[in-house]
C-alpha cells in the first residue's frame, strides 16, 4: 500500500491543563503547578478502522 492509500487521522490536543505537583525545590514540592499540554499526533487511519485488534491501535 502506497503512502497517498493510507488515510490520516490528526488528534488534537489544545491546552490541556493538568495541576500537580512538580520540581526539586521545596517550595515546587508543597505547590501545585499548572502543566499545560499541546500536542498534534498524526497516524495511519485506514489499518485501524480496518480492525478491532488492540495491536493496530494507536
Not at 3 to 22: G, H, K, M, P, V
Not at 32 to 38: A, E, F, H, T, W
Request: charged share 25%; aromatic share 6%; proline share 2%.
Amino acid at each position: 500500500m502506497s503512502s497517498s492509500d493510507t488515510s490520516q487521522a490528526i488528534i488534537n490536543i489544545t491546552n490541556l491543563r493538568l495541576r500537580t505537583f512538580i520540581g526539586f525545590n521545596q517550595e515546587e514540592k508543597e505547590k501545585q503547578q499548572d502543566v499545560v499540554i499541546n500536542a498534534e499526533i498524526h497516524y495511519p487511519a485506514s489499518k485501524l478502522c480496518l480492525s478491532d485488534s488492540v495491536d493496530d491501535a494507536l
